[in-house]
């Protein structure tokens, strides 16, 4: 009969608490087909099946139920019901459970007393660095109402282009990633679906081998260890204490609506009416608010009626208000309460501003720690860098290129394979250098700046200034451009009263500048980068100090000084749309 079904990827997995008995997986199918219609039989019905995979050969045991089910028509004022089809699949192997279900009845709490559910953090381990993150959702680590909640992120590979400033406050709660030819999304709850055309059961069992064996040699992520981490709550609730409950109501506000829930409300004689739209509107009204917590976990104003209930690994909301309100799902009620905590629709921060419980699971903040990856990525080892004993050189009246051994023409030689290299240094400058790349379809603004080697601040404090002032003109139109290189760059470059013969267009035949401008701007591919040029920054030097931050090893002040500058650099010119680097002695 499990020949007859055709699925998609798309499951939970999980790793028992205990023994698994015979008894345990009934329960669980019995609790899930309980929203059988009345007089129903199931279409298929198997329990704990051996099965063999020939073309892999393995063995996974599967359970199935699939049956009718109805669910009432709430668009008519009469007794009509939806005839749908429901199934629970359970597909034990090596040790895990991977669970596919629709329609079913509610089996969250049987799953949460004999099953651990692998979560979202735990499954994007298992993509490795050529991963490309196509769409992220991020809810930051705040319950304020002034305080931006959620964001989301889509690009055809985030790594690189997503500022992970600060991201250490952020938790990824939705991740779409492409990992060759397979594209996958995993949910905060720990769903995992995978794009594809429905299969048979054996390809489901092997696609799940697949993703249990992702997870036992699953490592660290160097771009998602930037955001929050996730902790135990056990280990945070030895340091703090809850401060203050969100009801994170717009979730809970869609999610009804997209499913068409109807919320009823519970009279004092027992029976459950459904509510209006203007009590409605006053209740959502009330779940948007923040509500502060004691340290006996009381709500505050609400003392006696609500509080933050502690659970050995959990902490759930006990409110009799939110008792009182009934959602009906798929044919059953249950308390407005129950089905918030169900779907981790709440957040709960902490006296320590580090910590934030969200989605079931406790987070903590790891900014500029966290980022550290990222920001040495930043930096490009030159290795003529060395070389450099001036930012300019030393200029004469015959002179038609800048000298070797200055930052300048170091620049130019690593840019000498784009189409055009302007140099617009001084007066009302851009940036030192200005490049045109129109086969790799970029665009570059240069600014550099000489130095002994040190991991001094100061000296990248104003480089990083320059660089981020003049970001706003990297999206110059093209008679902007046009017009600076018929007047500013059609001339010989002048430095400290010294006429030279350096012509201020480097590299490119300005003749044909103009419909090259256009195609570059057309072009869908066009990125730009903002480049530092800095002959005073080691990347060894910094990645050194740097990998003591991370360790929790103490560094003096001005290198926690450089990590938040260069971050800042960073996370400015990423929120321009553009790319971030800084050439640096290896």
Avoid at 135 to 140: E, F, H, P, Q, V
Avoid at 319 to 332: D, T
Avoid at 386 to 413: C, I, P
Avoid at 500 to 512: K, L, M, P, S, W
């Amino acid at each position: 009969m499990p020949e007859r079904l055709e699925l998609t990827k798309n499951a939970h997995f999980y790793l028992p608490k205990n023994d698994v008995t015979d008894e345990i997986i009934q329960n669980l199918l019995d609790e899930a087909s309980s929203n059988m219609e009345e007089g129903g039989v199931f279409i298929i019905d198997e329990f704990r099946k051996e099965a063999f995979v020939e073309e892999s050969e393995f063995n996974y045991i599967y359970s199935i139920k699939v049956f009718p089910s109805v669910r009432p028509v709430y668009f008519l004022n009469d007794e009509i019901e939806d005839r749908i089809h429901a199934y629970i699949i359970v597909i034990e192997y090596n040790g895990h459970y991977a669970i596919l279900r629709k329609s079913c009845s509610n089996i969250s709490e049987l799953i949460k007393d004999n099953f651990e559910l692998i979560g979202s953090t735990e499954l994007s381990r298992t993509f490795n660095h050529d991963a490309e993150y196509q769409k992220m959702a991020l809810r930051n680590m705040t319950v304020s109402d002034r305080a931006m909640r959620a964001r989301s992120y889509e690009a055809a590979d985030l790594k690189g282009l997503l500022s992970t400033h600060s991201a250490g406050r952020s938790i990824p709660y939705y991740l779409k990633i492409r990992q060759g030819s397979a594209i996958k999304s995993i949910s905060g709850t720990g769903r995992i679906v995978e794009a594809s055309q429905r299969i048979s059961i054996d390809d489901i069992a092997s696609w799940v081998k697949e993703q249990v064996e992702l997870l036992a040699n699953a490592t660290d992520n160097e771009f998602l260890e930037a955001f929050a981490k996730k902790v135990e709550l056990n280990d945070v609730l030895d340091i703090t204490t809850p401060n203050a409950l969100l009801i994170e109501s717009t979730q809970l506000y869609e999610r009804i609506e997209k499913d068409g829930l109807v919320l009823k409300y519970k009279l004092s004689k027992g029976k459950s009416v459904v509510i209006s739209n203007r009590i409605k509107q006053r209740l959502f009204q009330e779940l948007e608010k923040t509500y502060e917590v004691d340290s006996n976990y009381q709500i505050v104003g609400r003392a006696g009626e609500s509080k933050i209930k502690k659970n050995p690994k959990t902490l759930t909301i006990h409110s009799k208000v939110l008792s009182s309100f009934r959602v009906v799902e798929k044919g059953k009620e249950v308390t407005l309460q129950r089905y918030i905590i169900k779907n981790g629709f709440y957040s709960i921060t902490f006296a320590d501003p580090k910590y934030m419980y969200f989605m079931g699971a406790c987070f903590q903040d790891s900014s500029g720690i966290s980022e550290i990856n990222s920001i040495l990525d930043i930096l490009h080892p030159i290795p003529d860098m060395a070389n450099v004993t001036s930012e300019k050189g030393d200029f004469s009246t015959n002179q038609q290129a800048f000298e070797l051994g200055s930052m300048f023409e170091l620049v130019e030689r690593i840019h000498q394979g784009d189409n055009y290299v302007f140099c617009d240094d001084l007066g009302i400058e851009w940036a030192d250098h200005i490049t045109l790349n129109c086969t790799d379809g970029c665009i570059s603004f240069i600014h550099s700046k000489h130095g002994d080697q040190t991991t001094s601040a100061s000296k990248l404090h104003d480089v990083v200034g320059q660089g981020i002032k003049n970001l706003g003109n990297m999206f110059f139109t093209q008679q902007q451009l046009v017009q600076r290189i018929e007047t500013k760059f059609n001339d010989f470059y002048k430095n400290s009263g010294t006429q030279t013969q350096i012509h201020r267009v480097r590299i490119g035949d300005v003749t044909r500048v103009e419909s090259d401008l256009e195609s570059l701007l057309k072009n869908y591919q066009l990125h730009r980068k903002c480049i530092l040029s800095c002959s005073f920054i080691s990347k060894s030097s910094i990645a050194t100090e740097f990998r003591k931050i991370q360790a929790g090893q103490p560094v003096a002040g001005h290198i926690t000084q450089l990590l938040w500058i260069i971050s800042s650099f960073a996370h400015a010119v990423r929120d321009m749309h553009s790319i971030p680097i800084i050439y640096c002695a290896p």
